[in-house]
């Protein structure tokens, strides 16, 4: 039986399960590519290479980028068509789907083994996960960590009724966390990464053990419908970037930073986090999707989400042959 990161090396070539070799049957029309990217990954390469926009240049299909610092303020934005494609944690697009948003999961990738942590201060009291009972820990609400922070609880038989949640982006739970205003932050790469340079830092758990997770590639459903070889094109290019990538890590490192403006040894770390592969983007097999239902139904029935989903019915199908 394979696991799911072996699964990967089944649909490397998988070009043909993402619609490719139906592109000369599709009528895409759409002129514009607008994609919503956090800082890293292969997104960053790509930005940063022009290779997307030289894929679409022979469409005449124009490339745009908007940076955003997590997954649901992204979401939202795809959902409102307000650009057209992005990436994010598992957890995100179950927020976006129970709120009426109009995407649908195009693609996955296997998270790192350890990409994200339970930071506190050296001198911190907490030395365990149970000790975070009665504690404030920030997490943004919808983004990977919400699910890697219930999960965290779980494993020492608390909940998030346990804590004091506060509800912050990395750009308002940083400053709070090194003044001290919280007692611990669930953060991932590269946030997770920057912070735990500063030797007033401590790791409490990462994800290695807790959450072993997919990201997911996400487009707005009516692009999607209307324009599936631009989509396949993209996601194509975006692999073949991912690959190469992973050929030179030092050199990627050295280019996502050029891109993200995130110190080159920092970006480094990322890459070299456990199971990284920059160019693992698998089409939406049985198990990935059984995977994000069950977290669907899980959030579902603690109530984290209002109704619940049938993620099926949100994966895209590429164009027939």
């Not at 480094?268 to 097999?285: M, V, Y």
Request: charged share 20%.
């Amino acid at each position: 039986m394979f696991t799911r990161r072996q699964t990967f090396q089944l649909f490397a070539g998988a070009a043909a399960v993402l619609g490719l070799p139906s592109l000369a049957r599709a009528q895409d029309t759409a002129k514009e590519f607008r994609i919503g990217w956090q800082k890293g990954g292969v997104f960053a390469l790509a930005k940063n290479s022009g290779a997307l926009e030289a894929r679409l240049a022979a469409r005449g299909v124009t490339v745009s980028w908007a940076e955003f610092t997590s997954g649901p303020p992204l979401l939202e934005a795809l959902g409102a068509h307000a650009i057209d494609f992005g990436s994010t944690g598992d957890v995100p697009p179950l927020f976006a789907h129970a709120a009426g948003g109009d995407l649908v999961y195009v693609a996955a990738t296997p998270g790192s083994l350890d990409g994200s942590a339970i930071l506190v201060k050296q001198d911190s009291p907490v030395q365990t996960i149970a000790d975070l009972k009665g504690k404030r820990v920030a997490f943004k609400r919808g983004s990977s960590s919400h699910n890697f922070i219930v999960k965290a609880l779980r494993t020492v038989g608390l909940t998030l009724d346990d804590i004091t949640p506060l509800d912050l982006g990395p750009p308002d739970a940083a400053p709070a966390f090194a003044n001290n205003q919280i007692d611990a932050w669930v953060i991932w790469d590269p946030y997770y990464a920057i912070a735990a340079q500063d030797p007033d830092t401590r790791v409490l758990a990462t994800t290695e053990g807790i959450v072993d997770s997919y990201g997911f590639y996400q487009a707005n459903g009516a692009y999607a419908k209307e324009n599936p070889t631009i989509l396949a094109e993209v996601i194509d290019e975006l692999r073949k970037v991912g690959t190469a990538a992973q050929t030179d890590l030092d050199a990627t490192a050295a280019a996502i930073s050029a891109s993200t403006g995130v110190p080159t040894d920092i970006t480094r770390i990322t890459l070299g986090r456990k199971a990284a592969d920059l160019g693992a983007i698998l089409p939406l097999d049985a198990e990935i999707i059984a995977y994000q239902q069950a977290l669907a139904d899980e959030f579902y029935d603690l109530k984290i989400i209002p109704r619940q989903l049938n993620v099926a019915d949100a994966v895209w199908q590429a164009p027939a042959i």
